[in-house]
């Protein structure tokens, strides 16, 4: 069975700074990997997504997000934050022997402090 | 992406009644939608896959009876909060499946009185 790791619950950051929000997961195939923002009382918007290739994933809003296969990793990373990039983080790992349901990490709260 | 819409955004019910909640994708046709739970600071629950034409596949400790789930056309997917209780209040959010991805919708939030 898969499962997701977001090892950060919260971080804190300073606008302009760069920020890192580790996820890591579990399975015994072929994955599909996503981040997703969530803002207050909304639902997901997606960010980037791996699905084959690239291990360097580029998304919206200047995220990325790299895929380490050996690690089984998939950090995301911003170089510069802005205050609107305050918000719950999710990433998520989906397979298609599985039906492509997708299996949530915890969530981490980015606090993009002035 | 596409536009998945949600129906109503928030609702606030007695405890007993029943509460319905609409998902659907709106530029695309999806034979398969997912519906989460989500409760405060907490990541998402799939709760049921809803699979158009046939039943709804339910994650363990769901009650089926409980959340009934009705996907009626390539773009409806209903869920019925059947004789709510507190316990039940929680924000629920649909996905709906292209072949890969998930796109979500905005999602309803559900308070039982």
């Known amino acids: 069975a898969q499962s997701v790791t977001q090892l950060d619950s919260q971080v804190p950051v300073f606008e302009e700074a760069p920020v890192e929000l580790r996820c890591n997961y579990s399975?015994?195939?072929?994955?599909?990997l996503f981040w997703y923002v969530q803002y207050p009382n909304q639902g997901l918007q997606l960010l980037l997504k791996y699905l084959s290739g690239s291990t360097l994933v580029k998304g919206i809003n200047g995220f990325e997000a790299e895929f380490n296969k050996s690690q089984t990793s998939f950090h995301l990373r911003k170089p510069s934050v802005h205050i609107s990039d305050t918000a719950e983080y999710f990433c998520?790992?989906?397979?298609?022997?599985?039906?492509?349901?997708?299996?949530f990490g915890g969530g981490t709260r980015v606090l993009v402090k002035p | 992406g596409a536009v998945v819409s949600q129906h109503p955004s928030w609702v606030i019910c007695k405890s007993g009644t029943s509460v319905k909640i609409e998902c659907r994708s709106l530029d695309f046709q999806a034979t398969t939608m997912f519906w989460y739970r989500q409760f405060p600071k907490q990541s998402l629950m799939l709760m049921a896959t809803s699979n158009e034409g046939s039943k709804a596949t339910y994650e363990q400790g769901v009650e089926k009876d409980k959340f009934l789930i009705n996907h009626a056309s390539l773009t409806l997917s209903t869920l019925t909060v059947t004789s709510a209780h507190p316990e039940d209040s929680s924000f629920y959010i649909c996905s709906a499946r292209s072949p890969i991805e998930q796109f979500f919708g905005p999602g309803t939030r559900l308070t039982v009185l």
């Open positions: 399975s015994s195939v072929s994955v599909y």
């Open positions: 998520a790992v989906s397979e298609e022997a599985a039906g492509n349901k997708l299996t």
